[in-house]
């Protein structure tokens, strides 16, 4: 017997319903037509019973598409009344699992929107009346799938899931309900997944818990670097086409954190939770964070943001308490102001960094408009400073003016002045009555102490961008201790007597003429002049590189005969002459960390030129130094490196 198209809704005529008749019988290989928009129901095996206005059919086994029904039940009711008919659908399926939403999707008349991979187990029960122009509101509609080898593609997420274990669909005729366990981005976690189909990626609501690999999340953060795993639990709600609300709870006592701007990290093991509430807004770009909370063991962050990826100058960020361990400051930016106040403040480096990280740095931080300063302490890797008080302009991308005074310890000062020149320029000012100090803090040298500075400085942007400029720098009464270049130097020459024990070398004056093109920082000539020893330098430093590459002039004052006298066969000959003195030509080349000397064996020079050399020193006159090209000649020209750490 075969079943071929719709059952229709039909009197039979002199029949008022109350007659009685019975027919039963069993089928085999039928085609049996389904839902509107469906395939027809092909192989059909099973059994049927058609009593006065029902009828009931079992069927054992048939083929839908690709699907395989089993143990199906079908319902008819109402065969002979005015009202339609009715059909109630009750069976077990099993098949591909793409298949299946996109039966569900044609008779529910929305789309389901997934693509997935994978088979699944199926019971469906359905209710509908038999009539055209069927609408939703008249479906009955129910599925719960078991899902086999699940592989799909979370809408908007963009990421992959797979199935492990307890992953089930269950579809309404209102609703989609994902429920499972498995890997995301191939890490394990439970995910809940509601879709409401009247109004399908627009209602969607999405909750994820887990543990999640925290490199996964370090190309979205700016200025921080995660390792270990991140622990927690993230709720999407869909409100609209454009706008998702989320809840975010992590555990990040498994996550180490690297925030190396402000000289702050966390090891993985200490207790550390974040809490975050917002909103994003995928087609405008923009992340607004009302609500931001960091707390764990010496850590405390509050504070809220609004982030335009598309305009991150326009970013907005109010952090009223930040806690860091000995940190304790506020920070709040908006467009065109930037403030930071508070007890303590930690930045690990004032280096100028290579152009691309200061200009992502800069973007993101540092707009055009006015930057204020208050803090109780300032702490630097080599130094601290106190009471920092300040504001600064920036216009098209730079500094333009500003000023910044600051104590360092001893109660010494410092004071910073930015003034805008013609043509564009700026002319910065530095001053401090503790040299060593400041150039401790600027990690320009760690071994000058006390001393007295003055540094000028005007600079531009050139026509890439990069700030280039030129200066000098004025040291009086310095002292330089433990320098290792400057003691090998003189243990070379035997000159160690120069140094006075626990006190260093003194410099009554240093003069250093600069050009600033980064990454390098020439030495025009520097020239240091003290009672002991005097020397001479020109070259480049590489900021960005940290590698030295100078030549210079090293000419021992006090002591000189002891000095030259210990030089076989020279010294007798050297130091029977009043008329003759020595210095010594020399080379710096190599990492900061490791550089090599290359010395050229003791040269002659005439009073008369130590004399313009050493100035003031000598006859009480003036500072002026002698022209480049009054470098005193060699005795011997061929040079060999004679130290190297």
């Known amino acids: 017997m075969a079943f071929n198209g719709p059952l229709n809704s039909k009197r039979l005529d002199g029949v008022d319903g109350r007659a009685y008749f019975s027919i039963k019988g069993d089928f085999a290989n039928a085609t049996v037509a389904t839902y509107p928009g469906l395939p027809a129901a092909r192989e059909v095996v099973g059994r049927y019973e058609?009593?006065?206005?029902?009828?009931?059919?079992?069927?054992?086994?048939?083929?839908?598409?690709?699907?395989?029904?089993?143990?199906?039940?079908?319902?008819?009711?109402?065969?002979?009344?005015?009202?339609?008919?009715?059909?109630?659908?009750?069976?077990?399926?099993?098949?591909?699992?793409?298949?299946?939403?996109?039966?569900?999707?044609?008779?529910?008349?929305?789309?389901?929107?997934?693509?997935?991979?994978?088979?699944?187990?199926?019971?469906?029960?359905?209710?509908?009346?038999?009539?055209?122009?069927?609408?939703?509101?008249e479906t009955s509609f129910k599925s719960s799938t078991d899902l086999v080898n699940l592989r799909l593609q979370v809408p908007r997420l963009k990421v992959p899931y797979e199935s492990t274990a307890n992953s089930y669909f269950e579809v309404t005729e209102n609703q989609l309900e994902f429920n499972g366990t498995g890997l995301l981005d191939e890490q394990p976690v439970t995910l809940h997944w509601l879709e409401d189909l009247r109004q399908p990626l627009t209602r969607s609501q999405i909750e994820f818990a887990g543990q999640l690999d925290a490199q996964l999340l370090n190309p979205y953060l700016s200025g921080v670097t995660l390792g270990g795993s991140v622990a927690g639990q993230l709720a999407i709600k869909q409100q609209g086409t454009d706008r998702y609300d989320f809840d975010l709870q992590a555990d990040l006592a498994d996550t180490s954190v690297q925030a190396p701007a402000i000289a702050w990290q966390k090891n993985a093991g200490p207790a550390l939770k974040l809490t975050a509430n917002g909103q994003l807004q995928p087609q405008a770009q923009v992340l607004t964070l009302p609500r931001l909370v960091l707390t764990g063991v010496g850590t405390q962050v509050q504070g809220q943001a609004r982030i335009p990826f598309k305009k991150i100058a326009q970013a907005q960020l109010d952090l009223p308490v930040v806690r860091l361990g000995r940190q304790d400051f506020s920070l709040a930016y908006g467009p065109g102001q930037l403030r930071l106040s508070g007890k303590r403040l930690e930045l690990p480096s004032l280096k100028p960094q290579p152009a691309d990280k200061t200009k992502q740095q800069n973007d993101l931080l540092f707009a055009d408009g006015e930057v204020t300063v208050n803090l109780a302490q300032l702490g630097l890797r080599q130094n601290t400073l106190s009471q920092v008080k300040g504001n600064f302009t920036r216009r098209q991308g730079w500094w333009h003016a500003g000023q910044l005074t600051a104590q360092l310890p001893e109660a010494k000062t410092l004071s910073l002045r930015l003034q805008p020149r013609e043509g564009g320029k700026v002319e910065a000012q530095l001053e401090s009555n503790d040299a060593g100090g400041v150039l401790r803090a600027l990690q320009v040298h760690q071994h000058f102490r006390g001393g007295a500075l003055k540094g000028q400085l005007t600079f531009a942007p050139d026509a890439q961008g990069q700030v280039t400029g030129r200066g000098h720098v004025h040291i009086t009464d310095t002292r330089v201790d433990d320098a290792p270049i400057l003691l090998r130097l003189l243990q070379l020459l035997s000159l160690e007597t120069l140094t006075d024990p626990g006190s260093g070398v003194l410099f009554k004056s240093i003069q250093a003429p600069l050009v600033f093109a980064p990454p390098l920082l020439r030495l025009e000539k520097l020239v240091a002049k003290g009672p002991t020893l005097g020397v001479q330098l020109t070259g480049d430093i590489n900021l960005a590189e940290e590698r030295l590459q100078l030549k210079g002039l090293a000419i021992p004052v006090r002591g000189i005969n002891q000095a030259v006298a210990k030089i076989p066969l020279l010294g007798p000959l050297l130091t029977g002459s009043q008329e003759a003195l020595v210095a010594a030509n020399f080379s710096v080349k190599g990492p900061f960390s490791k550089p090599e000397i290359f010395l050229n064996p003791l040269s002659l020079v005439t009073p008369g030129l130590i004399k313009d050399f050493f100035g003031a020193i000598f006859s009480g006159g003036s500072d002026a130094t002698a022209p480049a090209d009054s470098a005193p000649p060699a005795v011997k020209k061929d040079s060999s490196r004679v130290w190297a750490d």
């Open 50 to 137: 058609w009593e006065k206005n029902q009828m009931q059919i079992t069927v054992a086994r048939a083929k839908i598409g690709q699907q395989v029904a089993t143990d199906v039940g079908v319902n008819i009711t109402k065969i002979f009344d005015p009202e339609p008919t009715e059909i109630a659908f009750l069976g077990t399926a099993t098949g591909p699992t793409q298949e299946a939403l996109d039966m569900a999707a044609a008779v529910l008349d929305q789309p389901i929107p997934l693509l997935v991979k994978g088979e699944h187990i199926t019971a469906l029960r359905l209710a509908f009346p038999l009539k055209t122009n069927l609408t939703l509101a």
